[in-house]
């Protein structure tokens, strides 16, 4: 069936360092891809999304691009702040309005 | 309108014990999803609704949950005999199919533990 697989955490990272969190999908013909964000004490949040191959979704200056050579939608941000703490979903959907099947979440961690 | 809003946050239940929680969507939107989550996973599919019409139940939604939203607004979902399994973050969320914005929108989510 259709999957998505996130890199494990929790990731620690300092103030201004680069973000990449791998995600990479299985699913037939052409889903909907889609980041969404839970901070502490938050419910998820949509952060950025992609609707069809080599489309660019961005937000809060992460980004992520849909590559169905690899099947990934990894997620990106130059320079991460101690706000940007919280934890990332990779989500897709088939069809236009589906039912979302996530991946497990990955923790990140921003120090000063 | 603030969003999805459920209720109640927190719920703590003895094995055994019926528990009903409720899904107030955003007010124009006409579908309600069912997600649930345990520690160190994402959100699962459980069950949505388009208007008040359940379309998909998932096969993770046992005899002993049913989910209603009787006039396409508000949605309860009730757990019968609870199990310590059903210990989760039940979360809902609402789209509006058809419209210019389609993406889901989440409510903060029931906490449930049962003891």
């Known amino acids: 069936g259709d999957s998505v697989t996130q890199m494990e955490g929790p990731v620690t990272l300092s103030e201004e360092a680069f973000l990449t969190i791998n995600c990479t999908y299985t699913?037939?013909?052409?889903?909907?891809l889609f980041w969404y964000v839970q901070y502490p004490g938050e419910g998820l949040q949509l952060l950025l999304k992609?609707?069809?191959?080599?489309d660019k979704g961005s937000n809060k200056g992460f980004e992520a691009t849909y590559r169905k050579e690899t099947t990934s939608f990894h997620l990106e941000k130059g320079s991460v702040q101690v706000s940007d703490s919280a934890v990332y979903f990779c989500a897709l959907i088939k069809g236009s309005q589906g039912n979302l099947i996530f991946g497990k979440g990955t923790k990140l961690s921003v120090k000063p | 309108d603030t969003g999805v809003s459920q209720d109640p946050r927190h719920k703590i239940t003895k094995r055994g014990q019926n528990v009903t929680f409720r899904c107030d969507p955003i007010?124009?939107?006409?579908?309600l999803y069912w997600y649930r989550q345990t520690l160190g996973q994402g959100p699962e599919f459980l069950t949505y609704?388009?208007?008040?019409?359940?379309?998909?139940k998932s096969r993770l939604l046992s005899d002993r949950f049913s989910a209603e939203r009787p006039k396409g607004s508000f949605s309860t979902l009730e757990i019968q005999r609870t199990e310590q399994g059903d210990s989760a973050m039940y979360l809902c969320a609402s789209s509006l199919v058809g419209g210019v914005r389609t993406e889901a929108f989440f409510g903060q989510g029931t906490r449930l533990t049962v003891v």
């Open positions: 007010s124009e939107h006409n579908r």
């Open positions: 992609a609707t069809k191959a080599d």
């Open positions: 609704f388009q208007n008040e019409a359940q379309l998909e």
């Open positions: 699913a037939t013909g052409y889903p909907s």
